[in-house]
């Protein structure tokens, strides 16, 4: 059952908060793949505990490694996670939820597993670009039974073994369908080489991110401008400690820019894969004080802030808050690059576009993005189409426009339970 709606509170004054984030998403079920492929035990320290990563744990349980809470924490929100990998072997089924990294990088691990493997979503994953991945596993020797959609649901037929090799592929859709090859190739007979033809793959820095921790499992890993080549041989084992999600954060140090005040994320990473990291100069473009110091990164606001004129073809996932932001600036914006996120947990140009307009906004949809002038705005319910973001996207709206009303904000579980909590504790501090 959807939850009831949520009234997004009004700030009743600048925000002065330091918000302590869980991990991140792409970090943790990168983190869970490898350490079910891995060789030895691993210890993922600080993992982010949401239904995407608990979808994520469930899926690679379901194919025989066993993950456990580790001892020593406090709350089961918080436990480490301890992993040893088992054989991995069918029959099974797997629930993707509406989660990218599962739909796309548990394919290719259960190609690795001795017997059927059954996967599926929620309605709209059936709706995600999968075609492209179905296809290259298909060129790299594995039986998937698709039913001729290029779609969820499928079952792959895992043998045990993939041969691997060269493989080309359009991963214009979504960078995932590189990134699950390639978690999964050290343990292809031959590794593998993926050559991407088409339009240019989105979110750059995930793929950056899927070598990285490759590479950190000391795997060996090439890449050039659209290939990759990852090498057969063994996957490390050992601890690991995820990153707090920095796409996360968005919506927090945004709240410094709508209310003129000062918002800190601690354990900013001074060196790190994720696209998050680009809300620094994205945030000061449009007028924050942006630090990035011992305590974290701190955003001040300035008391109104400019519009962005931004290609966000590599940090798509952020858009959704940025638009937010954009109906609230001093001056028009023009996110563009983001065609892909129709293939999203819904289709964002869309939903924006209706949800802001709905509270008397003027965002209009491009081919390649949004274009956004901000007016005065006013109540009503904000849909949220089980996108996450689109939770987030109102709480920030909620916060100048007084009766913001979000539907279902339970669904921004999918990687960050807790958030309404969360979003009423930095208020609390202003
Ligand atoms: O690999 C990942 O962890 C992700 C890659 C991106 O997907 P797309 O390339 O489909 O945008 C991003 O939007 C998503 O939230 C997470
Ligand atoms: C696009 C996103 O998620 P997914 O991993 O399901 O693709 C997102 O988190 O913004």
Request: no cysteine; net charge negative.
């Amino acid at each position: 059952m959807p939850s009831p709606h949520w009234n997004a509170p009004v700030a009743d004054g600048p925000v002065d908060a330091t918000v302590r984030l869980p991990g991140s998403k792409s970090m943790t079920n990168r983190a869970l793949i490898l350490a079910a492929l891995a060789e030895e035990p691993v210890r993922i320290a600080r993992p982010l505990h949401s239904r995407d990563t608990e979808l994520m744990a469930d899926a690679l349980r379901a194919l025989g490694a066993s993950i456990e809470e580790a001892e020593g924490a406090s709350s089961a929100a918080e436990s480490d996670w301890r992993t040893v990998p088992g054989g991995l072997r069918g029959p099974a089924r797997v629930d993707t939820g509406l989660a990218g990294t599962v739909m796309r990088f548990v394919p290719p691990v259960a190609a690795l597993a001795a017997g059927d493997v059954a996967i599926d979503g929620d309605p709209y994953a059936r709706k995600r670009p999968m075609g492209p991945i179905i296809a290259a596993l298909r060129a790299l020797g594995v039986a998937i039974d698709d039913g001729g959609r290029g779609a969820l649901p499928f079952t792959v037929h895992g043998t045990g073994a993939v041969d691997g090799g060269p493989v080309t592929i359009d991963a214009s859709g979504s960078s995932q369908l590189v990134s699950g090859l390639l978690l999964a190739a050290p343990r292809f007979g031959k590794g593998v080489e993926v050559r991407h033809e088409g339009p240019p793959v989105p979110s750059a820095p995930h793929l950056e991110m899927t070598v990285r921790m490759l590479r950190d499992r000391g795997v060996a890993v090439e890449t050039e401008r659209d290939v990759w080549r990852v090498a057969p041989g063994p996957v490390r084992g050992g601890e690991w400690t995820i990153e707090p999600d920095l796409s996360n954060a968005a919506q927090f140090l945004g709240a410094a820019l709508v209310t003129g005040g000062r918002v800190t994320v601690p354990d900013w990473p001074a060196d790190t894969a994720q696209p998050g990291d680009a809300l620094r100069g994205l945030l000061a473009r449009m007028g924050a004080g942006v630090e990035l110091g011992p305590d974290g990164l701190t955003v001040r606001g300035p008391g109104g802030f400019g519009g962005l004129e931004a290609d966000l073809h590599d940090v798509g996932e952020l858009t959704p808050v940025l638009a937010a932001l954009a109906a609230l600036a001093d001056s028009p914006s023009r996110l563009t690059g983001i065609a892909h996120l129709r293939g999203h947990e819904t289709d964002r140009l869309a939903a924006l576009v209706t949800e802001i307009n709905g509270l008397g906004g003027d965002v209009r949809e491009l081919p390649d993005g949004l274009e956004i002038r901000p007016r005065p705005l006013h109540g009503g319910v904000f849909r949220t189409y089980d996108d996450h973001r689109m939770v987030m996207a109102a709480a920030v709206l909620g916060l100048a426009v007084p009766g913001v009303e979000v539907e279902n904000p339970a669904t921004v579980g999918k990687t960050l339970p807790g958030f309404t909590e969360l979003w009423a504790s930095m208020r609390a501090s202003a």
